[in-house]
Nanobody, 115 residues
Framework: QVQLVESGGGLVQAGGSLRLSCASSGGIFSINTMGWFRQAPGKQRELVATITRGGSTNYADSVKGRFTISRDNAGNTVYLQMNSLKPEDTAVYYC?????????WGQGTQVTVTS
């Protein structure tokens, strides 16, 4: 059973930066892809960025050039560096891990960007 614990959310002004972290435990050797999704009020959960164990990344068009996803060498922790934040980035951000084709989710961390 994979557990994911997020940290790093908060309140920031537009143009500012935040860094999210997600630490995984339990069954970590079965994890291939990790990443981040977000859900704004009244909207569906959407992909932000993913990274495979081999380091291949994928980004939503809305965050390309502003957000960077990375993973530690052991592959157990994933980070999301968010720069040039915009009010439309406001959402609950969820860590995601795919282990043997089964998805796991963190509890979510709130990111609020004020104008």
């Amino acid at each position: 059973q994979v557990q994911l614990v997020e940290s790093g959310g908060g309140l920031v002004q537009a143009g500012g930066s935040l860094r999210l972290s997600c630490a995984s435990s339990g069954g970590i050797f079965s994890i291939n892809t990790m990443g981040w999704f977000r859900q704004a009020p009244g909207k569906q959960r959407e992909l932000v960025a993913t990274i495979t164990r081999g380091g291949s990344t994928n980004y939503a068009d809305s965050v390309k050039g502003r957000f960077t996803i990375s993973r530690d060498n052991a592959g157990n922790t994933v980070y999301l560096q968010m720069n040039s934040l915009k009010p439309e980035d406001t959402a609950v951000y969820y860590c995601y891990a795919l282990a043997i084709s089964y998805p796991y989710w963190g509890q979510g961390t709130q990111v609020t960007v004020t104008s």
